[in-house]
T-cell receptor, first 110, second 115 residues
Framework: QQPVQSPQAVILREGEDAVINCSSS?????VHWYRQKHGEAPVFLMI?????EQKGHEKISASFNEKKQQSSLYLTASQLSYSGTYFC???????????FGPGTRLSVLP | EPEVTQTPSHQVTQMGQEVILRCVPI?????FYWYRQILGQKVEFLVS????????KSEIFDDQFSVERPDGSNFTLKIRSTKLEDSAMYFC?????????????FGAGSRLTVL
């Protein structure tokens, strides 16, 4: 089941913050966040497995709610290099279908 | 750092022709995937492969598609008779059991243009 993402797109100035949301009608086994720059492959950012988990990666962090139906990606003091499309993905067991959300296009302007 | 390599980076073909896209996954990875991304759209799952067989496939992966791991290192996606709508970027990915979850490493992609 494909997760839903919001917003579809966001434009920021350097130094501003953004939040990208990912949700599902059913509890997820895990949630993954990837970033894809134009013309490149998706690159893994982080994975959250447990309800209530929070995880950080430099100025990018994420949370997974207790019911494991919603995750948010937080981008703090955004940099130009943060521009790209952010996908959340829901992973189940190994070797099985790993589905991406539709993506959120983030543009950071000088 | 280990990486997934894909060839060719770009292929142009005529409608109806067969195309083979090649991938070399990371050597100790056990699970292999193909995804496609039509320009400007989302990344769509095609197929996953484990232990020399397909473990799951999407509705996109119809009889025109097949996958193989012919020699223990390469992982190929074959499109038997290409259609215009097959034009897309095709990404190979591989993964290994790690921290109880499935983290995919993607190749740089193969852009397929069907004329």
């Amino acid at each position: 089941q494909q997760p839903v993402q919001s917003p579809q797109a966001v434009i920021l100035r350097e130094g501003e913050d953004a939040v990208i949301n990912c949700s599902s009608s059913k509890a997820l086994y895990s949630v993954h966040w990837y970033r894809q720059k134009h013309g490149e492959a998706p690159v893994f950012l982080m994975i959250l497995l447990k309800g209530g988990e929070q995880k950080g990666h430099e100025k990018i962090s994420a949370s997974f709610n207790e019911k494991k139906q919603q995750s948010s990606l937080y981008l703090t003091a955004s940099q130009l290099s943060y521009s790209g499309t952010y996908f959340c993905g829901t992973g189940r067991l190994y070797g099985q279908n790993f589905v991406f959300g539709p993506g959120t296009r983030l543009s950071v302007l000088p | 750092e280990p990486e997934v390599t894909q060839t060719p980076s770009h292929q142009v073909t005529q409608m109806g022709q067969e195309v083979i896209l090649r991938c070399v996954p990371i050597s100790n990875h056990l699970y292999f995937y193909w995804y496609r991304q039509i320009l400007g759209q989302k990344v769509e799952f095609l197929v996953s492969f484990y232990n020399n067989e397909i473990s799951e496939k999407s509705e996109i992966f119809d009889d025109q598609f097949s996958v193989e791991r012919p020699d223990g290192s390469n992982f190929t996606l074959k499109i038997r008779s290409t259609k215009l709508e097959d034009s897309a970027m095709y990404f190979c990915a591989s993964s290994i059991e790690e921290t109880g979850a499935n983290v995919l490493t993607f190749g740089a992609g193969s852009r397929l243009t069907v004329l």
